[in-house]
């Protein structure tokens, strides 16, 4: 209760503020939106989510932009139902900042690069909100200093400074461990006796089963060293918009550095050790080099992005191993050893990219379609999937109605044996227009496919869904 008397109190005052000042332009939407599972009838989603932005320019030389979310989120026996007020944006732009043609934007903010459709390779400055696995493209606010430089109309070229660290938004409800981070471990540990020791009859390896695994998450110090910068230079020629950037900071999904291995039991008849590991997360630092372009070529729409990732250093996951002979209470020599295992090279980058192209035929069908090599939790060449997205919509009675019943995407995970290692997905949507301001949206997501990938891990969450949502 003491939480939704602040987000009321929060409204009001905004609300107050918005109404009293003259010239100010102020905008939002009311979205509730609610999701079942058609397994088994259980609610996956629910959340009421009301959005309050507003700005204020004076005249050609500076503005002030905000946005605040006040939400409810999951389900209402749950004491943390009640969401706070969430800033996404506190900014002021100021015009012509010391020179002409630069501009300065300062405070919490969305820096969005990239050319493609809610998938974007390029846009990785501010981190990823995953909180809804199904909202594409979305992306936390950041802190931010931002100047953009205009020395021509075709022109443009942006400085970003990031002061400080931030990790991405995990998966929310009942998708919390769709992304959690993929810990594998060897099958068998190295045995072997120091010299001198009396022989013993040992294995020369002994199995693995890993009872618990517990994650320990190290964030980056505050400090004002661990900051992020990235430029880009965007130019516009012949009606063809490219850009070139790098981006050098943090990635917000953790990588393993260090496991710690506690010896439950150990069973040398059976060959068999069962071990506990704690082990340190830490969240890596990169250099992104990104290329976007996008053009229309006769009412076709084409783009394409990539982005080049290359790690600041080599990433190793270092194993401390138990002393067995402490385990047994007698010093036989024992040495158990496990191979440390290499994450990320920085002699072995990796490459993401996407193409696509949009095009409204003259029945009014209106289609998307993208290839993109590489989600945005993958990493290495080694993860790199491929997908396949295309949708199809159609709108009928004066704009009031539209039809997706072809929109969704298939996933090859190897191309080796595509029919052991795929998913597909297919999400039809009806959305209806009463009025300029209201869209009701009702869709189902379907999933299937086997093997291993993240998208194969949610078919068993195939769901009706519906939303509603009111601009003002």
Known sequence: MRKLIVALIWLYVINSAIAQTDGQNWKGYLQPDYRVNLHNGLWLWSENRLTLGWNKSFEDKAKITTDIWFRTLGNPSDPNWIKLPEVREAKIDVYDFLIPKLDLSFGRQRIKWGTADKVNPTDNLNPHDLEDIWDFGRHKPSDAVVLKYYPDEQTKIEGVYLPFFQALNMPAGVYSTILMPD?????????????????????????????????????????????????????????????????????????????????????????????????????????????????????????????????????????????????????????????????????????????????????????????????LHERTNKELNDYYLLRLEKRFLNDKLKLAPISGGFVINDYNDVFSNYAWMWIPECSYYPNDNTEISLGVKIIDGTGKGTFNSLKDFDECYIRVKYSF
């Open 183 to 375: 810990f594998s471990f060897p099958d068998s540990m190295t045995i072997r006796q120091k010299p001198g020791y009396p022989p013993l009859p040992l294995p020369s390896k002994i199995g693995i089963q890993v009872d618990t695994v517990i994650l320990q998450y190290i964030n980056p110090d505050f400090s004002a060293k661990n900051f992020s910068f990235a430029f880009r230079l965007s130019r516009q020629v012949k009606g063809i918009d490219l850009s070139a950037s790098y981006h050098y900071g943090y990635d917000g999904i953790p990588v393993p550095a260090v496991a710690n291995i506690a010896l439950d039991s150990l069973n040398f008849l059976q060959n068999r050790s069962y071990i506990s590991v704690t082990t340190q997360l830490i969240y890596p630092r990169l250099h992104r080099i990104g290329f976007d372009i996008a053009g229309n070529l006769k009412g076709l729409g084409l783009w394409g992005e990539a982005c080049l990732t290359i790690p600041d250093k080599d990433y190793v996951l270092k194993v401390n191993t138990p002393d067995i002979n402490q385990v047994i209470g007698i010093d036989l020599g024992i040495i158990s050893e496990v191979s440390d295992s290499v994450i990320f090279r920085k002699n072995k980058p990796w490459l993401k990219y996407v193409v696509g192209a949009d095009y409204t035929f003259e029945n009014g069908v209106y289609t998307n379609f993208q290839y993109l090599h590489g989600f």
